[in-house]
């Protein structure tokens, strides 16, 4: 209808990120990289998973911020055009 505006803020509007990686996959490598470290004492490799794990999915981020609905939605699918 004509005369009517609702006012709405950019944050509804943007998926959320934490550090600029999707925080459902931001939480999973986090929690995979505290596991290596803490809960097995191998700091060097919990370190290296967390730095690399982090840079891809900011690097996938920004690209689609929401890839990891994409990519759930694409494990749950079975490929149609598959040979």
């Known amino acids: 209808?004509?005369?009517?505006?609702?006012p709405l803020h950019r944050s509804l509007t943007e998926p959320i990120l934490m550090a600029g990686a999707p925080r459902a996959a931001a939480i999973a490598i986090g929690t995979l990289a505290a596991a290596l470290a803490l809960g097995l004492r191998l700091?060097?490799?919990?370190?290296?998973?967390?730095?690399?794990?982090?840079?891809?999915?900011?690097?996938?981020?920004?690209?689609d911020p929401d890839f990891m609905a994409v990519a759930?939605?694409?494990i749950r699918h079975k490929e149609h055009l598959s040979c």
Request: proline share 3%; glycine share 10%.
């Open 72 to 74: 759930a939605r694409s």
């Open 1 to 6: 209808m004509d005369g009517y505006e609702v």
């Open 43 to 63: 700091w060097i490799p919990g370190l290296l998973l967390w730095v690399l794990g982090h840079s891809a999915a900011v690097f996938v981020a920004r690209a």
